[in-house]
């Protein structure tokens, strides 16, 4: 069973930098890896998947990127908005088993 | 647009059983596979289980399975799962979640969950 091992756990920032998001698998993915934002009291929300397509309404300023053992998240001119718990996610071929990361607290 | 609404959570004992329900709607809920993922309070995402778009297919956690059935009614656009023999560590919000696409690796929708407490 493929394991995600998410870094770093918190990270804080201010509005206007960047910042980068790793998510470690055990083995290679591909670039097959979603990424998810949660916010307290709230479901996850898609912002990632296949590696690098952006979800719907996800702007130009999150960038995936990545293949094989290591995937990041990049989020450019970080905005109030983008604060939450980001989690990484990952289904194995078969059986189908759809494993999340332990997840890295952004903090604005 | 996209809706999907949880109910049946609650405050259960033990040994006891629920059925959770997740109603959907603003889509064609027949030709999406569905699950139901998990999450403690103040910790990270559990998948739980997966069935197929026409419910021929089911797959489950290692974590719940034998204990937990996924299922679904498409004439009603609604989908569950039944929980049996509870224990504490089924304590958590359920959520159920579309899948992105037929047979796709990812969920694109999320409903707000409905919480489980285990507790005597």
């Known amino acids: 069973e493929i394991v995600l091992t998410q870094s770093p756990v918190t990270l804080s920032s201010s509005p206007g930098d960047t910042v980068t998001l790793s998510c470690r698998a055990s083995q290679s993915i591909s670039h097959y890896l979603a990424w998810y934002q949660q916010k307290p009291g709230q479901p996850p929300r898609l912002v990632m998947y296949?590696?690098?397509q952006r979800a719907t309404g996800i702007p130009a300023r999150f960038t995936g990127s990545g293949s094989g053992t290591d995937l990041f998240l990049t989020i450019n001119s970080l905005e109030p908005d983008d604060f939450g718990v980001y989690y990484c996610?990952?289904?194995?071929?078969?059986?189908?088993?759809?494993?999340f990361g332990q997840g890295t607290n952004l903090q604005i | 647009q996209v809706h999907l609404v949880e109910s049946g959570g609650g405050v259960v004992q033990p040994g006891t059983s629920l059925r959770l329900s997740c109603m959907a709607s603003?889509?064609?809920?027949?030709?999406?596979?569905m699950s139901w993922v998990r999450q403690v309070p103040g910790k990270g995402l559990e998948w739980v289980a997966v069935i197929w778009f026409d419910g021929n297919q089911k797959y489950y956690a290692d974590s719940v399975k034998g204990r937990f059935t996924i299922s679904r009614d498409n004439s009603k656009d609604t989908l569950y799962l039944e929980v049996n023999s509870v224990s504490a560590d089924d304590t958590a919000v359920y959520f159920c979640?579309?899948?992105?696409?037929?047979?796709?690796?990812?969920?694109?929708?999320w409903g707000q969950g409905t919480p489980v407490t285990v507790s005597s």
């Open positions: 603003g889509f064609d809920f027949k030709t999406y596979g």
């Open positions: 296949d590696g690098s």
């Open positions: 979640a579309r899948e992105k696409e037929a047979g796709g690796n990812y969920f694109d929708f």
């Open positions: 996610q990952h289904r194995g071929s078969w059986p189908p088993r759809y494993t």
